[in-house]
């Protein structure tokens, strides 16, 4: 009779290997940033604004900014808002590390032009839990305004789960400004570069 004792008990997780987009951002809760996705990549080269700067997004609308990012990334559909949507924009045309990746995005817009917060978060603050009920594996919340870190947290809790694992990307109003001004959309174009004099 030989007797064993376990030392370690796991669930195998094949799609989590080392060569996959998802295993290799576990170190950073599955975070990505604007400046890793390729489809936003004229963004890179724009600097990052300063505070002040935001107020100039409390004047667009943010059907204007979901129009924008569906150009940008080459989504030919934009759909209406409507009450029980678990997303604004769903698309399959987001390219990250040169390949395609289904992606939902939540945009929010300026009518509360203040740091964005779990109570912002839709009327009963569900909203990070509806855009999860997607079937995307990136979900993208973008605001015209900071985002603070509870919705971080929140966003790295449901991205980790260990059985639904997936990648996220915030969006604040200032990276809103780079890709808005990186790809001259909604009136914006990137600042003239100063003039060297010699």
Not at 119 to 128: E, F, H, R, S, Y
Not at 158 to 183: H, K, N, P
Request: with cysteine; aromatic share 10%; hydrophobic share 40%.
């Amino acid at each position: 009779m030989l007797d064993a004792l376990p030392s370690v008990i796991a669930t195998l997780l094949p799609h989590l290997d080392r060569a996959s987009r998802k295993g290799m951002r576990w170190g950073i809760y599955q975070e990505v940033f604007i400046d890793h996705i390729d489809s936003f990549s004229l963004a890179q080269l724009e600097p990052i604004p300063k505070r002040s700067e935001l107020s100039l997004l409390r004047a667009v609308p943010e059907k204007e900014v979901k129009r924008a990012f569906a150009e940008i990334i080459g989504e030919p559909t934009t759909p209406d808002d409507w009450g029980g949507e678990w997303s604004d924009l769903f698309s399959s045309f987001v390219r990250l590390a040169g390949m395609r990746i289904s992606t939902a995005f939540a945009f929010k817009g300026p009518a509360k032009f203040a740091p964005l917060t779990m109570a912002g978060l839709g009327k009963n603050g569900d909203q990070i839990d509806r855009l999860f009920s997607e079937p995307a594996d990136l979900l993208v919340p973008q605001h015209c305004h900071e985002i603070t870190t509870p919705v971080r947290n929140a966003m790295r809790a449901y991205a980790t789960r260990i059985s639904d694992v997936r990648l996220f990307c915030l969006v604040s109003g200032f990276d809103t400004l780079r890709v808005l001004r990186a790809y001259s959309k909604c009136g914006f174009a990137r600042p003239p570069k100063a003039k060297v004099i010699y």
